[in-house]
């Protein structure tokens, strides 16, 4: 069974530090890996995607990708109380056109 | 563009009721997906379809449906609704095959209850 990893929360995170949000994913052959945010009564909305080890930015998020240790996070520089929600780890399967979530983390920042 | 549009955004049904939940892309993705979102049980795949004219199951196919009815539209159908399937629902699509990294993108969802 492929699974995906996270740590439910929630996560507290003070207004203006770095939030780390960690996944773990079972399928060592899994290509592409993805960050949805998932606001209350919404649906996920994708903010990061990245495809090979090492790190990737976009404006204040920068996902971060290791393979070897099947391992991808996702950090928040200067957190805002907007950037609380619940954060959705995806990884796709092998070269299938699927792929599966995680069960999310709920992050809060407090004001 | 509208992206990925789901109706209805809410519905009420009685045990045995049936109904299908409609979804539409207009972003020419080949690949579109259905889900279901429970409380602590994260997003679970219902079926999905690779292309027009195909589909397959999911994690959690049984007691649904679905029709590919072209490459824009693919429904999901409650033929006989039980109050395990109180749920909300979303749609996604997705570009898929080479040079593609399967980036989905979702619907507004439909939440539905089943008495």
């Known amino acids: 069974q492929k699974e995906v990893e996270q740590n439910s929360g929630p996560l507290s995170v003070p207004e203006g530090a770095i939030a780390s949000l960690n996944c773990t994913y079972s399928?060592?052959?899994?290509?592409?890996f993805f960050w949805y945010r998932q606001y209350s009564g919404k649906s996920p909305e994708l903010i990061m995607s990245?495809?090979?080890?090492g790190d990737k930015e976009d404006g204040r998020f920068t996902a971060q990708l290791n393979k070897a240790s099947q391992y991808v996070s996702l950090l928040i520089r200067d957190s805002q109380p907007s950037d609380s929600a619940t954060y959705l780890c995806?990884?796709?399967?092998?070269?299938?056109?699927?792929?599966?979530f995680g069960k999310g983390t709920r992050l809060h920042i407090l004001p | 563009n509208a992206g990925v549009t789901q109706t209805p955004k809410f519905q009420v049904l009685k045990t045995g009721q049936s109904m299908t939940l409609q979804c539409a892309q207009d972003?020419?993705?080949?690949?579109m997906y259905w889900y279901r979102q429970d409380p602590g049980m994260g997003l679970r795949l219902i079926y999905y379809?690779?292309?027009?004219?195909?589909?397959d199951k999911g994690e959690v196919p049984n007691g649904y449906n679905v029709s590919r009815l072209n490459k824009r539209e693919f429904s999901l159908r409650l033929e006989s609704a039980a109050p395990s399937q109180t749920s909300v629902y979303f749609c996604?699509?997705?570009?898929?095959?080479?040079?593609?990294?399967?980036?989905?993108?979702f619907g507004p969802g439909t939440r539905l209850t089943v008495l």
């Open positions: 996604a699509s997705s570009s898929t095959g080479t040079g593609f990294h399967y980036e989905q993108f």
């Open positions: 399928d060592r052959v899994s290509q592409s």
């Open positions: 990245i495809y090979s080890n």
């Open positions: 995806a990884v796709t399967l092998n070269r299938d056109d699927k792929i599966i």
């Open positions: 972003m020419n993705h080949n690949s």
């Open positions: 379809s690779a292309s027009e004219g195909t589909t």
